[in-house]
T-cell receptor, first 114, second 118 residues
Framework: AQSVTQPDIHITVSEGASLELRCNYS??????LFWYVQSPGQGLQLLLK??????LVQGIKGFEAEFKRSQSSFNLRKPSVHWSDAAEYFC????????????FGGGTRLMVKP | NAGVMQNPRHLVRRRGQEARLRCSPV?????VYWYRQLPEEGLKFMVY????????ESGMPKERFSAEFPKEGPSILRIQQVVRGDSAAYFC????????????????FGPGTRLTVL
């Protein structure tokens, strides 16, 4: 069965600082990987996705993520965080043998200090 | 272009009542998914439907919960005889086709329905 682990429940960074959110997955085949962001009381917005090809993927709002098969990781990065990035971030895996369901990590709540 | 629409956004029910949650997918999308998010947790898959068919309901509780996606109209998630533990945010997502075997499909999420059971 597939699973996703986001080791950091909360992260606080200063505005302008760099950010890396960790995501590790367990999956029996080549995974489809996603990062979503959820603002308080809102739905989920897709930041970026990896299906195949270049292991460094660019997303919206200046985010990027790198797929590392050897480490079973898909960490999300941003070089300079803005106050508006404060939200909850979810990593998800799906597709292939697992069918169409997405399996989500527990989320990382990002707080941004002025 | 309208995204995934869900209504109501907030729903309050007393124990024992029924809750009906509606989801209108993105126009042209024929695949609908329902997920539940308990407080302080990630989303958990419940059910995957195509028009008039339930494809995967492995995440759905065996009792009191049902889902449909009729030929016409929105998808409905129905919870009978609600209990306090059903209080959660319920999210619907849609995609043009399923992920399995596809290379480009993404699930687009609605704003959710927040169910509170008193």
């Amino acid at each position: 069965a597939q699973s996703v682990t986001q080791p950091d429940i909360h992260i606080t960074v200063s505005e302008g600082a760099s950010l890396e959110l960790r995501c590790n997955y367990s999956y029996g085949a080549t995974p489809y990987l996603f990062w979503y962001v959820q603002s308080p009381g809102q739905g989920l917005q897709l930041l970026l996705k990896y299906f195949s090809g270049d292991t460094l993927v660019q997303g919206i709002k200046g985010f990027e993520a790198e797929f590392k098969r050897s480490q079973s990781s898909f960490n999300l990065r941003k070089p300079s965080v803005h106050w508006s990035d404060a939200a909850e971030y979810f990593c998800a895996v799906g597709g292939g043998n697992a069918g169409n369901m997405l399996t989500f990590g527990g989320g990382t709540r990002l707080m941004v200090k002025p | 272009n309208a995204g995934v629409m869900q209504n109501p956004r907030h729903l309050v029910r007393r124990r024992g009542q029924e809750a009906r949650l509606r989801c209108s997918p993105v126009k042209g999308h024929s695949h609908v998914y329902w997920y539940r998010q308990l407080p302080e947790e990630g989303l958990k898959f419940m059910v995957y439907l195509q028009k008039e068919n339930i494809i995967d309901e492995s995440g759905m509780p065996k009792e009191r919960f049902s889902a449909e996606f009729p030929k016409e109209g929105p998808s409905i998630l129905r919870i009978q005889q609600v209990v306090r533990g059903d209080s959660a945010a319920y999210f619907c997502a849609s995609s043009p086709q399923g992920l399995a075997g596809a290379t480009t499909d993404t699930q687009y999420f609605g704003p959710g329905t927040r169910l509170t059971v008193l």
